[in-house]
C-alpha cells in the first residue's frame, strides 16, 4: 500500500497570505490527524478528522482550519499567515482512530517558511 | 491527563555501543504507548508499540522497548548501534478521547552514533 502523501513538501509564503496544505491516507483509512512541528513548541496536535467530521481539536486559533472529503483526503488551511506558523506540518492517517490501541502514519510532511 | 518526558535530549554513543534513550509517561487510562524516529527532513516512522499484549516489545531495525507500570517508563534499547541510527526519537502516549485517539508526544531525544 502507499503511505501517506503529503503535498507540496515545500512552501513559501510572506505574512497575511493564506495557505491550503493536502494529504492523502492510506487507503482504507478513514481517520487522519493535523500535527505542528515547530523547534521551540516540538510536536502539537491541531485537529483530527474522521468521516467528513472534526472529532478532535488542539489548542490553536481559528485561522487554523480543515476538512475532510468523503474520500478521506484531508486539507487544511491557515488564514493571515504570521511568521510564527513557519513550521513542518504533519499529517498522519489511522485505520479509524476508534482503538487507542491503532498506529498512526505519518506523511513526510510541508515545510511551510513564512517570510 | 497525559503526559509524557523523555528524560534526554541528547545521547551520544559509539557505533557497536547499546542504546538506551529513557521515557517516562503519565496517564489516566491504561495507556498504548509508541516509538516514533524522524530522520531529518522526513516524517515520523513507527519503530514499535505496546499495547498491552507483552511487555517487552521489539520492533523494526533491531529495537526493543519495555513498559514497566510500577516505574511508569517505557525506555527504548537497541544493542548495538549503528551510524544509520542517528536521528531523532520520540516516545508518544495514546488515550481515548472524543471518540477518537489523542497523542502526546514526548519533547524527543537526539541520537548521535559516532566512528
Known amino acids: 500500500k502507499a503511505g501517506v502523501t503529503q503535498t507540496p513538501r515545500y512552501l513559501i509564503k510572506t505574512r497575511g497570505q493564506q495557505v491550503t496544505l493536502s494529504c492523502s491516507p492510506i487507503?482504507?483509512?478513514?481517520?487522519v490527524s493535523w500535527y505542528q512541528q515547530t523547534p521551540g513548541q516540538g510536536l502539537q496536535f491541531l485537529f483530527e478528522?474522521?468521516?467528513?467530521?472534526?472529532?478532535n481539536k488542539g489548542n490553536f486559533p481559528g485561522r487554523f482550519s480543515g476538512r475532510q472529503f468523503s474520500n478521506s483526503r484531508s486539507e487544511m488551511n491557515v488564514s493571515t499567515l504570521e511568521l510564527g506558523d513557519s513550521a513542518l506540518y504533519l499529517c498522519?492517517?489511522?485505520?479509524?482512530?476508534?482503538?487507542?490501541?491503532?498506529?498512526?502514519?505519518f506523511g513526510p510532511g510541508t515545510r511551510l517558511t513564512v517570510l | 491527563a497525559q503526559s509524557v518526558t523523555q528524560l534526554d535530549s541528547h545521547v551520544s554513543v559509539s557505533e557497536g555501543t547499546p542504546v538506551l534513550l529513557r521515557c517516562n509517561y503519565s496517564?489516566?487510562?491504561?495507556?498504548?504507548l509508541f516509538w516514533y524516529v524522524q530522520h531529518p527532513n522526513k516524517g515520523l516512522q513507527l519503530l514499535l508499540k505496546?499495547?498491552?499484549?507483552?511487555?517487552l516489545v521489539k520492533g523494526i531495525n533491531g529495537f526493543e522497548a519495555e513498559f514497566k507500570k510500577s516505574e511508569t517508563s517505557f525506555h527504548l534499547t537497541k544493542p548495538s548501534a549503528h551510524m544509520s541510527d542517528a536521528a531523532e526519537y520520540f516516545c508518544?502516549?495514546?488515550?481515548?478521547?472524543?471518540?477518537?485517539?489523542?497523542?502526546?508526544f514526548g519533547t524527543g531525544t537526539q541520537l548521535k552514533v559516532e566512528l
Open positions: 498522519a492517517s489511522s485505520s479509524s482512530g476508534l482503538a487507542v490501541r491503532d498506529t498512526q502514519y
Open positions: 487507503s482504507g483509512h478513514r481517520s
Open positions: 478528522y474522521f468521516s467528513e467530521t472534526q472529532r
Open positions: 496517564s489516566s487510562y491504561s495507556p498504548s
Open positions: 505496546y499495547t498491552s499484549a507483552a511487555t
Open positions: 508518544v502516549v495514546s488515550e481515548p478521547r472524543g471518540g477518537g485517539n489523542k497523542l502526546t
